[in-house]
T-cell receptor, first 114, second 119 residues
Framework: DSGVTQTPKHLITATGQRVTLRCSPR?????VYWYQQSLDQGLQFLIQ???????AKGNILERFSAQQFPDLHSELNLSSLELGDSALYFC?????????????FGPGTRLTVL | AQKITQTQPGMFVQEKEAVTLDCTYD???????LFWYKQPSSGEMIFLIY??????QNATEGRYSLNFQKARKSANLVISASQLGDSAMYFC????????????????FGKGTKLSVKP
């Protein structure tokens, strides 16, 4: 158990819908990273938050957004869903500020868009 | 641009034998970290081993060792005495040190190698 929790574990929805994925980092970790794992794109970095502020953006679509709350949990919002958004979405957390920051991954949320 | 290449989509190994999973990386930065993660069929990402770009010794963690050849930009994972439970996808990843080249420390992954251990 990495100490990172993600809910829900599975999510099935229809095209055009909006969903919210939730992540709670390990206690004391200020950085949260979101990754998408799909069959065709592999594992891709989406976005990073550090202590409530957006720090970096990767290959995140405009239909997707995220935020980190004062209690450090983070939510990834996916809207106007398309079939191609079906993927495993991981949240990872780390203690920022040092050269070696192992990222601890949550169990992932498997999103299926029908 | 930073890139990780894993050229072996799939590998087979006999139980109790050693296996090497290849990983090459591309970066012009001097400060970076290299990671290996294991992803079993259940889907979770399990951290295996880390090598810093300035580490002179190859990293080892139990049955896992990382064969780091900086000049060749390779970071191969060696698993000794393979076990059936080692069957999984293995991902090599690179992380630039925050502040270098604009990085905020996110991981860049290769496409993975599927390892199958035969009894």
């Amino acid at each position: 158990d990495s100490g990172v929790t993600q809910t829900p574990k599975h999510l099935i929805t229809a095209t055009g819908q909006r969903v919210t994925l939730r992540c709670s980092p390990r206690s004391g970790d200020l950085s949260v990273y979101w990754y998408q794992q799909s069959l065709d794109q592999g594992l891709q970095f989406l976005i990073q938050y550090y202590n409530g502020e957006e720090r970096a953006k990767g290959n995140i679509l405009e239909r997707f957004s995220a935020q980190q709350f004062p209690d450090l949990h983070s939510e990834l919002n996916l809207s106007s869903l398309e079939l191609g958004d079906s993927a495993l979405y991981f949240c990872a957390s780390s203690v920022a500020g040092s050269d070696y920051n192992e990222q601890f991954f949550g169990p992932g949320t498997r999103l299926t868009v029908l | 641009a930073q890139k990780i290449t894993q050229t072996q989509p799939g590998m087979f190994v006999q139980e109790k034998e050693a296996v090497t999973l290849d990983c090459t990386y591309d970066t012009s930065d001097q400060s970076y970290g290299l990671f290996w993660y294991k992803q079993p069929s259940s889907g979770e990402m399990i951290f295996l081993i880390y090598q810093g770009s300035y580490d002179e010794q190859n990293a080892t963690e139990g049955r896992y060792s990382l064969n780091f050849q900086k000049a060749r930009k390779s970071a191969n994972l060696v698993i000794s005495a393979s076990q059936l439970g080692d069957s999984a996808m293995y991902f090599c990843a690179m992380r630039l040190t925050p502040g270098y080249g604009g990085s905020q420390g996110n991981l860049i992954f290769g496409k993975g190698t599927k390892l199958s251990v035969k009894p």
